[in-house]
RNA sequence: GCUGACGUAGCUCAACUGGUAGAGCACCUGCCUUGUAAGCAGGGGGUUAGGGGUUCAAGUCCCCUCGUCAGCUCCA
């Protein structure tokens, strides 16, 4: 399978020319196929026909910062070696905020003063500028050297490589002689690259945290140490990257949701959130704004129970598929531990005391056990909606139906991967199910889209990432449902002229999905909305519809969010806005405060009149002086604060200070600011379609 | 669920190797009558998450339970 290496060159001789001009060059893009892969420049490649095909890659693209990182896990691994003999190494990849390593180390965990020991002794490793240098290997020499060096994981890698792939190993210096992790005068490791051409590009380094992670990410293995970091082409960037970190932390949902008072936690409900006035009245603002829009889409709402007979899971596939996630007040074999504990329908004929008196309580106990195992919590509204459209016969001129639920919705989550509202048990979805001809699924899908996209800009969430999941493995459906519905997705989005992503065979088991991907103001990626094509579920609750022919067809359902779990939104947007709500979404719009106490009754009627023009304000005549209301006011980050003293109220005016401008904008007449305020309680909504 | 760390007043955090639980903010009361990010004084507030153990003595050491945090895995 190799080529022959005598017409391979390296991407250091080929670019020679360029990098004798510019330094910084540490690889390049290779057009491979129909794209394009990254190489360094210490990788023979077959020289292609056009040289200009060669897209050089600088230490300060994006490319370059990930060779930089993958770069410094291998000096992390080095000084670890160095500083824990015995410890073996697995993998250590670069990630999109830095790289880690995981280890086997017999010392166990490590804490923060190994992480500053082995800080320091990378730094040292960085200064000596020494090369990388790779080195391309026979299987057999790279299984005998590494179970020489002991380093069982890395035999166990090699072992499973397929047969066709070249066996790299990549040196770079370490500390003089047996110091060196392998008793090698360089420290090396099984790897394919890429990496910078030495330990010099590595401008700054900053470990960041330990933590467990599993072999192969797999639970059943042994726990390794796996050791986080980041790194950057200059100390600057690492310093940019560390204020983003401080950024976020400040922003952190959690923190401001206390200091906010939106939302709190008990542990006598661990992970479902307990909403607060404020952070109710944001949570229903979202609810009203989402309905607004319902009524121009044509989207009918929906109420639905919480709680149902398991078999409408059985028939939805929920209890076979997601059972692990849903909550159940009692289930077979707790019954079956409750009848056994109870001695129901055993003799008794040797025990005098048990009457059948008692055999009589015990059948209660267990018959009211028995209604409540057949009970469960609804993890999702389609199965209700799927009844709702079973309840009679439907026609061809009822659909679209486009059926919205703000149902709340409860799912058992692992202790471990709950976060404040960004992952919870109990909340809410802004969730509607699509019930419409595969002729109409097209339009629907269209339609959908520009919903979202009016949506996700009301929020000013600058950038949308669209994935397109497509057919999995293991799926349910006909081949020729699949191949309708992934295409009129792509096509949709086509139309509109969005780009997206393909991820391979990570659809639903019934059906592909879109999944809409925003950029938060920190740059960081969350998916919110989703749209899935779905054949199964109208199948399995035998729904149909009369078409115009008379006859009986099956609709296909399309399963849709925009903001996703409402709770979920909320820590985004809060994240997003930094607590800074604008006006339309503020709890509190407009806090009146007075100079001293001789304005109380001017600020209480100005707070009476903003209420009853339906703007959210508040009066403080608190003792406090003017400074200390201000900046009460703006920590609890309300849009506008207006200060009445004796010259406001001769002029009925008000002298509003605006949070985000952070500057008094001068006394304004009382009719102008409350036009103002009215003006921003709107929610921002794009021009109506033409026709 | 697993690995590790943590849990002290409403909030943020102190209390050296076991030796009388504190501060700032917030809250309450009073004084000040105030002009754009903290006026002054006084006061109340704790079974140190819960339970068990070791000890003359436990916030501190050990065990269990619950919760939280960082990861792993999973996901809206």
Not at 309 to 319: A, M, P
């Amino acid at each position: 399978m190799h080529p022959s290496s005598s017409d391979r060159r390296t991407l250091r001789e080929l670019l020679a020319a360029e990098i004798q001009k510019d330094p910084s060059i540490v690889g390049a893009r290779v057009p491979e196929g129909r794209g394009s892969r990254t190489v360094d420049l210490h990788t023979p490649i077959a020289p292609p026909a056009d040289a200009s095909s060669l897209k050089p890659i600088r230490a300060s693209d994006p490319e370059g910062l990930h060779m930089i990182r993958h770069s410094t896990a291998h000096v992390l691994a080095d000084a670890v070696q160095r500083l824990f003999p015995g410890t073996k190494v697995t993998f250590g990849p670069a990630t999109d905020a830095g790289f880690y390593y995981d280890f086997d180390s017999p010392k166990g965990a490590f804490n923060d003063e190994d992480l500053a020991k082995i800080e320091a002794t990378m730094k040292e490793i960085v200064s000596k500028k020494r090369p990388f240098v790779r080195e391309v290997v026979a299987r057999e020499a790279a299984r005998a050297l590494f179970d020489k060096l002991g380093e069982t994981y890395k035999c166990e890698h090699i072992e499973r490589l397929p047969a066709n792939v070249e066996i790299s190993l990549y040196r770079h210096g370490s500390l003089p002689g047996a110091a060196a992790g392998h008793q090698e005068a360089e420290w090396l490791d099984l790897c394919e690259g890429p990496h910078v051409p030495d330990t010099g590009f590595i401008g700054a380094i900053k470990l960041t945290s330990v933590a467990g992670a599993y072999w192969r990410g797999d639970e059943r293995n042994p726990m390794l140490q796996r050791v986080y970091g980041t790194s950057f082409a200059s100390e600057k960037d690492l310093a940019d990257h560390l204020k983003l970190l401080e950024e976020a932390k400040e922003r952190d949902h959690r923190k401001l949701g206390k200091e906010l008072e939106l939302f709190m936690f008990h542990e006598y409900a661990p992970a479902m959130p307990f909403l607060l006035p404020k952070g109710a009245f944001v949570y229903n603002r979202l609810v009203s704004f989402m309905r607004e829009l319902y009524v121009d889409y044509g989207y009918e709402e929906v109420m639905t129970p919480q709680i149902f007979d398991k078999r409408l899971f059985e028939t939805s596939g929920h209890l076979p598929n997601y059972r692990e996630n849903m909550y159940l007040p009692m289930t077979a074999e707790y019954l079956d531990e409750a009848k056994m504990s109870l001695s129901v329908g055993v003799h008794h004929d040797h025990h005098h005391e048990y009457k059948a008196k008692d055999a009589e309580r015990d059948r209660a106990v267990v018959d009211h056990l028995s209604e409540m195992e057949r009970l469960g919590l609804k993890p999702m509204n389609c199965p209700s909606h799927c009844l709702i459209f079973g309840s009679r016969r439907r026609s061809y001129r009822e659909l679209p139906w486009r059926m919205a639920d703000f149902g709340r919705l409860h799912r058992y989550e692992r202790g471990g991967v709950v976060h404040g509202l960004a992952r919870v048990r109990s909340f809410c979805q802004d969730d509607a199910h699509i019930f419409c001809s595969p002729e109409t699924m097209f339009d629907e899908i269209r339609s959908f889209i520009r919903l979202l996209y009016e949506v996700y800009a009301a929020f000013r969430f600058e950038r949308v990432d669209i994935k397109l999941a497509t057919r999995p493995d293991k799926r349910i459906g006909s081949d020729e449902q699949w191949d309708l519905a992934e295409k009129a997705l792509p096509q949709a989005l086509d139309e509109a002229e969005l780009a997206y992503e393909v991820a391979e065979g990570e659809g639903a088991f019934y059906g592909p999905k879109l999944e809409f991907h925003i950029h938060d103001a920190l740059k960081r990626s969350w998916q919110l909305g989703t749209l899935q094509v779905d054949y199964a579920l109208p199948d399995r609750f035998e729904l149909d519809f009369i078409g115009a022919d008379g006859a009986a067809h099956r609709p296909v359902m399309l399963h849709r969010a925009i903001l996703g779990s409402l709770e979920r939104f909320l820590s985004v947007l809060i994240e997003h806005v930094g607590g800074n709500f604008p006006t339309w979404l503020a709890p509190e719009q407009v806090t009146i405060v007075t100079v001293s106490e001789k304005q109380a009754a001017y600020a209480e009627e100005l707070g009476t009149l903003m209420t009853a023009r339906g703007l959210r304000a508040r009066a403080d005549l608190s003792a406090d002086k003017l400074g200390a209301k201000i900046r009460a006011a703006r920590l609890s980050r309300v849009p506008y604060v207006a200060v009445v003293g004796d010259k406001e109220v001769t002029n009925r005016q008000v002298a509003p200070r605006s949070r985000d401008l952070n500057k008094d904008l001068g006394p304004m007449g009382l009719d102008a600011f409350i036009e103002l305020l009215e003006g921003e309680s709107r929610a921002p909504r794009l021009a109506k379609r033409s026709a």
